[in-house]
């Protein structure tokens, strides 16, 4: 059964880098067809689609974060980690990954709150 759990400073300050890592236990985040993605949600809004790493290494991102965002990925951890630059208090919110499969957003982590603020 695969179970994916967020990491990362739950608090950070206005302009500095936001960067969390997702460790992915029970599967292998380089299996073929397996996406693997970063999703928010900011307090009293919805989800928002962050981005995702594929399980050949590519990329993609939300056109409206792309500027700020990059994902990445460590292989010999079993790990793939955001980094959200330039970050500003509208950033607040729970950060959760999730893999993805034929179109299917499961599993998820638990979701990390990270606040943005002096």
């Known amino acids: 059964q695969v179970q994916l759990q967020e990491s990362g400073p739950g608090l950070v300050k206005p302009s500095q880098t936001l960067s969390l890592t997702c460790t992915v236990s029970g599967g292998s985040i380089t299996t073929s067809y397996y996406y693997w993605s970063w999703i928010r949600q900011p307090p009293g809004k919805g989800l928002e689609w962050m981005g995702v790493?594929?399980?050949?290494?590519?990329?993609s991102y939300s056109p409206s974060l792309k500027s700020r965002t990059s994902i990445s990925r460590d292989t010999s951890k079993n790990q793939f980690s955001l980094q959200l630059s330039s970050v500003t208090p509208e950033d607040t919110a729970v950060y959760y990954c999730?893999?993805?499969?034929?179109?299917?957003?499961?599993?998820w982590g638990q979701g990390t709150l990270v606040t943005v603020s002096e």
């Open positions: 790493i594929v399980y050949d290494g590519s990329t």
């Open positions: 999730a893999g993805v499969y034929s179109g299917s957003y499961s599993p």
